[in-house]
């Protein structure tokens, strides 16, 4: 080779060595495995698998396209959701139902949020016995909504399939939100017409410990659906502003009865219904054992 060139040559590949050099400097001494390590939700889904192979880093499930074959069924129609977002504490725990409707261990993020409220801290259930669930529901106005509620893992399956058909039928519920949203405080959220299902709470005032301490029941619009009692002659009513509704052979909205698309898929999954009691009537409630 000429000399010439054989200079230029070399001099062109110490300027490529310098400059990958420098580089490397002003980037930290970051390697794409760090990188990747660093930013994995900047890694597009679709290459995500290559990614990891090609840089020897593994990549969260999460950021990986799925597997067509599924992680196994929980029931004939719940599977494991493939459309899970990245969430570091519960996404590989989510159980997805339909689009809008999931459950999943308690996120951390909500675990702060009902500590000492409806959960407090010396509650003999564990948090490992509940789930959070995420449904969709038409509201008063026939708008859709977003709804979430915590429940017993043991119902999870039925919440999502009831949950479901209300929605796909059009049946309206003015509320759902966790029961934290009015301090755990019962009355204040049946007043507001919200339908929620655990709450570490006795019966009323009493001592027994009521099915929703354990998730295990299920309020529906309660302000149309109010518990009534009779106690020493006196009949009480709650909420407070459900009287008018006491009437169960009166026609109005919302009403649940033997004929209500709500009874009768929550009979259907094995479900009693407190308008069935003898001692007192509990129009909102649905309760199952385990």
């Not at 200079?7 to 930290?28: N, Q, S, T, V, Y």
């Not at 950021?63 to 996404?91: H, K, L, R, W």
């Not at 509940?130 to 708008?143: I, K, T």
């Not at 020493?232 to 909420?239: E, H, S």
Request: glycine content about 6%.
């Amino acid at each position: 080779m000429n000399r010439k060139y054989a200079k230029e040559l070399l001099l062109l590949l110490g300027i490529i060595l310098f400059c990958a050099i420098m580089a490397r400097h002003l980037a930290g001494h970051e390697t794409l495995e760090d990188y990747a390590k660093l930013h994995p939700s900047e890694i597009p889904t679709e290459n995500a698998s290559s990614y990891a192979t090609s840089t020897g880093s593994t990549v969260d499930n999460a950021q990986m396209s799925a597997s067509s074959s599924s992680t196994g069924q929980v029931n004939s129609s719940v599977t494991n959701s493939t459309e899970t977002p990245f969430d570091i504490d519960v996404y590989d725990t989510r159980v997805t139902y339909s689009e809008g409707f999931y459950y999943e261990e308690i996120p951390d993020s909500i675990v702060s949020k009902i500590t000492d409220v409806s959960y407090p801290k010396d509650c003999p259930f564990s948090l490992d016995e509940l789930r959070y669930c995420s449904v969709l529901y038409v509201d008063f106005d026939g708008e859709e909504q977003s709804g979430e509620l915590i429940c017993n893992k043991a119902i999870a399956d039925d919440i999502m399939e009831i949950f479901y058909e209300l929605y796909d039928n059009d049946y309206q519920i003015e509320s759902i939100k966790l029961i934290d949203e009015f301090d755990a405080d019962d009355e204040a959220s049946m007043e507001a017409n919200n339908t929620s299902c655990f709450n570490y709470r006795p019966i009323g005032n009493g001592k027994k410990l009521s099915k929703h301490s354990q998730g295990l029941a299920i309020d529906i619009n309660p302000l149309y659906n109010p518990q009534i009692k009779y106690k020493n002659g006196a009949t009480v009513i709650a909420p407070s502003g459900g009287e008018k509704y006491a009437d169960r052979n009166a026609d109005f909205p919302y009403k649940i009865d033997k004929d209500d698309l709500a009874y009768k898929l929550f009979k259907e999954h094995g479900f009693s219904w407190g308008g069935n009691w003898n001692s007192s009537k509990d129009y909102q409630h649905f309760e199952k054992k385990k």
